[in-house]
């Protein structure tokens, strides 16, 4: 489990246990779903429809052996039957909010019945978009939920009537992969619910997340050209794991992310002109445009690697970047040829 993760979550159930700090622990455990979601709104908002329903660890032990789509609608199933079925004892986010349909689901239950090749196709039939809004109103009402609650309700319990309610919702399949769960929760208090449902349980299906997409882009990258369209190695990027790099789909620069479109500008201006990248462009030292706009801090860099690749070519430039990337971190690699280009490019050719 990421450390990270795994301490903050040590630390919220540690706080969750006093009466005296029950209120710090509540505030930490949103702020703490708040940076998990932060990786659910990357992976919504950075990937083509089709991740979402690719299973690149298919027949594997794991919950990375299931897809992207499958992933969310199953936190956030588990989280809105037990936030409103088990505590606040109100309408479920699916039904209030009309998600069922908006996101086109065949089924309303937790998916854990499913399995193999029925995940793949139950996640295609998903609208990604609308999934994406549905897990974020059910974050939002299960953040309300738990600022609401005190101390003394962290004791409650769930009697026979809520568990003959949760089993005439049919929101858990009677498949027997799936039918435990109602004893499951129905044997935990709301701090066992709190501790599983809202806080554990996401961050392993989150990580299982982190490796799918991982793996994604991997497959992507696989025989793709490495050196970006603005004169950056995707080999030597920060952003690898996260990124196919911008001769695949799986785009997720951060720049191509926040421009209009979702298009980088030098990948559409190097498109419009028809050629392979900024290194073949005659206006390249004056261009100002996308990556290279001055304010940029990786625009001198970029610019600089760019000239090196029209003066050496693109299997110099890699031996280069590699050189630079064992003697030094990526932040100072930057640093080092981030201030003019000229000198940048000075630097490179003496490395
Ligand atoms: S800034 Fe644009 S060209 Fe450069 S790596 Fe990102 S998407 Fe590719
Ligand atoms: S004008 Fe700028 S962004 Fe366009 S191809 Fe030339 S260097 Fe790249």
Redesign the pocket.
């Known amino acids: 489990m990421n450390k990270d993760w795994s301490e903050k979550n040590k630390e919220i159930q540690k706080l969750l246990s006093k009466e005296a700090t029950f209120g710090e622990a509540i505030r930490k455990l949103i702020e703490f779903r708040n940076e998990l979601f932060q990786q659910i709104t990357w992976i919504a908002e950075g990937y083509p429809e089709k991740a979402f329903y690719q299973m690149p660890y298919a027949g594997i032990e794991g919950y990375h052996s299931k897809t992207l789509a499958y992933s969310i609608w199953h936190i956030f199933r588990i989280e809105d039957i037990v936030a409103h079925e088990m505590i606040a004892e109100d309408e479920q986010t699916l039904f209030s909010k009309k998600f069922l349909k908006k996101t086109g689901s065949p089924i309303i239950t937790t998916g854990n019945e499913l399995e193999g090749q029925d995940i793949a196709e139950f996640s295609k039939k998903l609208n990604v978009q609308e999934l994406y809004l549905y897990a974020k109103a059910v974050k939002e009402s299960t953040d309300n939920i738990l600022s609401r609650l005190q101390y003394k309700d962290l004791k409650r319990k769930s009697g026979e009537e809520t568990k003959q309610k949760l089993i005439e919702s049919k929101c858990v399949s009677e498949n027997e992969n799936a039918f435990w769960l109602i004893d499951y929760w129905c044997g935990k208090d709301i701090k066992g619910l709190i501790q599983m449902p809202f806080s554990r349980h996401w961050i392993m299906h989150i990580e299982a997340m982190q490796r799918i997409k991982n793996r994604l882009c991997k497959i992507a990258r696989k025989g793709i050209d490495p050196v970006a369209i603005?004169g950056l190695s995707c080999n030597h990027c920060f952003l690898g794991e996260w990124c196919g790099g911008c001769r695949t789909e799986y785009n997720t620069c951060s720049f191509a992310i926040c421009s209009e479109g979702r298009i980088c500008?030098?990948v559409k201006?190097?498109n419009e002109?028809s050629?392979d990248g900024?290194y073949e462009?005659s206006?390249?030292e004056t261009?100002e445009?996308?990556f290279?706009v001055p304010s940029n801090d990786g625009a001198n860099a970029a610019k600089a690697q760019?000239l090196y690749i029209r003066k050496y070519g693109k299997k110099e430039f890699l031996k280069v970047q590699a050189r630079l990337h064992e003697k030094y971190e990526f932040e100072k690699v930057q640093e080092i040829i981030g201030q003019d280009y000229k000198e940048a490019l000075r630097i490179l050719e003496e490395n």
């Open positions: 603005c500008p030098n201006c190097c002109k050629i900024c462009c206006e390249l261009c445009k996308g290279f760019s």
